[in-house]
């Protein structure tokens, strides 16, 4: 099938490839598959068009790898194209992602298996949530802007994370604690956070929350959508005002990245079959660990370094990778 007669949008494709994976050789597609892929390629969007695909092509072809489109489809609203590669590495996905324009793209070696159990942890604040928790806190309590500034410097990694809690609690003290259930009752949840979670549950998979912020909103959460376990930071309050101190240990990097491992254990789930989403720098090892990891709309040092980056779409683009195969 000659590429210049499929149609401009790539939804429109299902019908060419209904009867199978197609090979691409330059200008045209042809029946057949690749006798041993060595990783994926996911390419989503809104709508999806041809430009994406021969913008990959472009530099999977100077790449010198074989390219096989194995198929189409369309979850939770959105165009996805699945692509199986004959090498694949970081660097592989790097050129690709410098492409990218107008749409998002997962290049990895393996993706988890939905139709076998599953784990997704998740981040909370601007991960699940469109907000910071503890910067609407210290807006409440008057120390708006000096507690902003110091969770940026912790999303963006210039500050340790365990140091950076410390220092904006503190900010907090003397604070009355019923600022909590303001900020739980304007609490926006992120796009594509209903039809991911629905989606997992439908697909019979666990969901959980690991925050560097705090109990009363992961509790919330977990209450709200039905997840499956949630850790966070304890706020001590005492005579109903903030102390300025965190009770018990601080949900770290460190930490996020063994609770992914013992829920995974606890669950009886392989960690191929785990994927952690989050955004800031804390949020890497937890990354790193998961058989898949997503950055979700992330700061500049994790778009570097995470596996895949979805930086367009919401939420429902990880539903959409799940169910890519």
């Given at each position: ?76 609203e959105?165009?996805?194209?699945s692509?199986?590669l ?90 009355d ?13 992120m ?127 990880v ?7």
């Open positions: 099938m000659l590429m210049d007669v499929l149609p401009e949008n790539i939804a429109g494709w299902n019908e060419v490839l209904s009867g199978g994976a197609h090979l691409w050789q330059p200008g045209q597609l042809t029946p057949g598959q690749l006798a041993k892929p060595a990783g994926h390629l996911i390419l989503l969007a809104e709508q999806l068009h041809k430009s994406a695909l021969y913008s990959s092509l472009q530099v999977l072809d100077e790449a010198g790898v074989q390219v096989e489109v194995s198929g189409v489809k369309r979850i939770a959105r165009d996805l194209l692509l199986r004959s090498a694949w590495s970081p660097a592989l996905k790097a050129r690709l992602q410098a492409v990218a324009d107008g749409w998002d793209l997962a290049c990895v070696p393996a993706l988890p298996e939905a139709d076998k159990p599953g784990l997704v942890l998740m981040d909370m604040d601007s991960t699940a949530i469109q907000m910071e928790c503890i910067d609407e806190i210290a807006l409440l309590a008057g120390v708006g802007e000096e507690v902003a500034a110091v969770t940026r410097a912790a999303m963006e990694g210039a500050l340790p994370f365990s140091e950076s809690l410390r220092r904006r609690v503190r900010a907090l003290e003397g604070a604690a019923a600022i909590i259930e303001q900020v739980i009752a304007r609490m926006p949840l796009p594509g956070l209903i039809v991911l979670v629905e989606g997992l549950k439908a697909m019979g998979w666990k969901v959980a929350l690991a925050s560097g912020g705090f109990t009363p909103f992961t509790g919330h959460l977990r209450q709200t959508l039905g997840l499956d376990a949630d850790f966070a930071n304890t706020l001590e309050i005492h005579n109903g005002r903030f102390t300025g101190e965190v009770l018990g240990d601080i949900v770290d990097a460190e930490a996020k990245a063994r609770i992914l491992v013992e829920l995974a254990e606890r669950y009886q789930i392989p960690l191929s079959q785990t994927v952690a989403i989050g955004d800031g720098a804390n949020d890497l090892l937890m990354l790193a660990q998961a058989g898949l990891g997503v950055a979700l709309h992330a700061k500049p040092l994790v778009q570097e370094k995470a596996p895949v980056c979805l930086n367009l779409l919401s939420l429902e683009g539903l959409a990778l799940l169910q890519a195969r």
